[in-house]
């Protein structure tokens, strides 16, 4: 059975920053954690993003909107990665905040 994963990231960069700094800070998170994942697809439509990733053997389609004040992360998981992202949640919101804070 799958499972829906949210992550919403405030920031104060309005959007077209915002999008700047995850088009940038993303492929430093690819190699960062290519023990964890490996995106299979990639594809920015103005302030939104739709990608797919493999991990442990699983395919994952997911997206980014980016909104003035926040980004949001929708991830739709298997139960073995779902159970997976439970624990790595707090690391991909810090991560995010992160690749938004970086200049």
Do not use: C, Y
Request: proline share 4%; net charge neutral; aromatic share 6%.
């Amino acid at each position: 059975m799958s499972k829906p994963l949210f992550i919403s990231i405030p920031h104060h960069l309005g959007k077209d920053e915002a999008v700047r700094r995850l088009k940038s800070g993303l492929g430093s998170v690819r190699s960062n954690f290519a023990h964890l994942f490996t995106v299979q697809e990639e594809t920015w439509s103005g302030d939104h993003l739709e990608f797919r990733v493999s991990a442990l053997g699983q395919m994952v389609n997911g997206t980014i909107d980016v909104s003035d004040t926040s980004v949001n992360l929708q991830v739709v998981l298997p139960w073995l990665l779902a159970k997976v992202a439970e624990a790595l949640q707090p690391l991909i919101r810090k991560e995010g905040t992160l690749m938004l804070e970086k200049k």
